[in-house]
């Protein structure tokens, strides 16, 4: 997928995989005890679906819009968008 990416935006920085940081929330939904909730209150699931939305932003403004979508998280899935905010968005990238 990134070398996929790279040869059709030439110049774009990959930071994130959308399809493996969605899988990352998921696991991380469950361990935080909240996969009930996500599979029966479609508010709650449809805020958590936003999490992995910046992998499609230009990297220079994720941090902007995830300070911006935080707000509409759910307070009660605080555990899951800490550990993102400090894993994806502040977080160190690997290379």
Known sequence: ??????????GVTNKVCFFHSAQCIWQKIQMS????????DKN?????????APAFLPADDILETFNELKPHLPEE???????????????????
Do not use: C
Not at 33 to 40: D, I, K, M, N, V
């Open 44 to 52: 709650f699931d449809l805020k958590l679906h936003y999490l992995p």
């Open 33 to 40: 005890g909240l996969a009930r909730q996500y599979g029966s």
């Open 77 to 95: 899935a605080s555990k899951v968008t800490d550990w993102f905010e400090n894993s994806y968005v502040y977080g160190r990238i690997r290379r």
């Open 1 to 10: 997928m990134i070398k996929a990416s790279k040869s059709e935006w030439q």
